[in-house]
């Protein structure tokens, strides 16, 4: 089951990868999907939700499909009823022969007047409800502090916890049930961030932070993606976000604050001398270590994500070296170089960014 649904990775990333993550086909998504809710052993990790704005699992996106059922409500009855209006005047008044000039009515004061007043009122109770709407999903903010501030990059995320300091890439954490702040930024382009069962879609703006509050009512993995173009590996700019209970959530947390062990081991420490010497450490950082580069994502816990490069591959270790080897080739363009290590040194570092946990 696992293996199958990788070499089906493969193939999607070489076929239509992108137009997977981009338009969430479901021809392509489902071998994507369950093979990243299987841990590397094959053990069920958490409950993917549907990536779908119909299955809303906030009350802010609730309250944005209730607005989309009303307006398509209001939407079918005057398409319904001009239409067989149409249809009825058609048939019914059509020129039959021998017959002269139709009637030429000059005016009706009563029809006009009626005419104007109900698209006025329909567009009145549109206005209202979109700005109920409004005020629902995307309340004042007044506190400046978010609970998470977002920061997009061409192409990954980076997500910094103000409150306990934890900073981590690709992969959010939240906990069930709490109104959250998100502030969005961006470090280089406007990106967009959007998961589509838990809210808004809101753009994320170099030097114009926007803010998105977000109370997941239900746990399990929610996928969202980059919703403007943003580059060449726009289409690979995939967003996890991993609701969990509070317990589970703290315990997330308290586990990013810690500083994992030295791995041991001869690859791992190889591993981690190849590391320094080999200008990683210009581009991540790793925590107690000499490695303080911020180009790409932090590397202190990246065994304990599920994915790497934003969603573009699953986090194992056969993954992880192939990564390492070409980046260029899972994600052409992306702005991590190919350095040209051997298979060996590959694995090697392989080994000792898998024990980061
Ligand atoms: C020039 C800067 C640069 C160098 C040098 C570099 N990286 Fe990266 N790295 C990046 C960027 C940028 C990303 C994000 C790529 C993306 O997803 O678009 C990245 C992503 C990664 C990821 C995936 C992280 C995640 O959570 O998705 C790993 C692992 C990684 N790099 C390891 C390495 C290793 C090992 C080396 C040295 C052999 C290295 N990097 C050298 C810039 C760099
Ligand atoms: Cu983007």
């Given at each position: 089951m696992y293996w199958e649904g990788r070499v089906l990775i493969s193939n999607n990333l070489q076929m239509h990868g992108?137009?997977?993550?981009?338009?969430n086909s479901t021809a392509c998504a489902p071998a994507l999907f369950d093979v990243l809710t299987e841990d590397t052993q094959g053990q069920p990790r958490m409950k993917l939700q549907d990536t779908?704005?119909?299955?809303?699992?906030?009350?802010?996106?609730?309250?944005?499909?209730h607005l989309f059922y009303f307006d398509l409500a209001i939407s079918a009855v005057i398409f319904l009823t001009v239409a067989s209006l149409v249809l009825y005047a058609v048939i019914r008044f059509r020129?039959?022969?021998?017959?002269?000039?139709?009637?030429?009515d000059p005016g009706n004061p009563k029809l006009e007047t009626l005419w104007t007043v109900i698209p006025a009122l329909i567009l009145l109770a549109l206005l209202v409800?979109?700005?109920?709407?409004?005020?629902?999903?995307?309340?004042?903010?007044?506190?400046?502090?978010?609970?998470?501030?977002v920061i997009a990059h061409q192409w990954w995320w980076e997500y910094r916890y103000p409150h306990s300091g934890v900073l981590t890439a690709n992969e959010l954490h939240m906990p069930l049930g709490k109104k959250w702040l998100l502030r969005l930024e961006s470090a280089d382009v406007i990106h967009d961030f959007w998961v589509p069962g838990l809210g808004a879609k809101v753009d994320a703006i170099p030097g114009h932070p926007n803010y998105l509050w977000l109370t997941p009512?239900?746990?399990?993995?929610?996928?969202?993606?980059c919703a403007e173009f943003c580059g060449e590996e726009h289409a690979l700019m995939g967003i996890r976000v991993i609701v969990q209970s509070s317990e589970e959530f703290e315990a997330w947390q308290q586990s990013q604050l810690r500083v994992p062990a030295k791995p041991t081991g001869v690859e791992a420490e190889r591993g981690a001398r190849l590391f320094e010497e080999r200008t990683c450490m210009n581009c991540h950082t790793i925590a107690d270590t000499k490695a303080r580069g911020t180009v790409g994502p932090d590397l202190t816990h990246v065994g304990d994500r599920q994915t790497l490069g934003s969603g573009a591959i699953p986090n194992t270790l056969d993954q992880l070296t192939k990564?390492?080897?070409?980046?260029?080739k899972i994600k052409p363009g992306c702005n991590m170089p190919s350095l040209k290590l051997t298979e060996s040194q590959a694995h090697d570092i392989?080994?000792?960014?898998e024990a980061l946990k």
């Open positions: 992108k137009t997977c993550l981009v338009h779908s704005v119909f299955d809303a699992n906030s009350p802010q996106a609730r309250a944005i499909l020129q039959r022969p021998g017959e002269g000039e139709p009637f030429q409800a979109t700005a109920y709407t409004m005020r629902v999903v995307n309340p004042p903010v007044i506190r400046s502090d978010p609970n998470v501030a009512s239900k746990t399990g993995v929610y996928l969202g993606t990564w390492i080897m070409d980046p260029q392989a080994v000792y960014l």
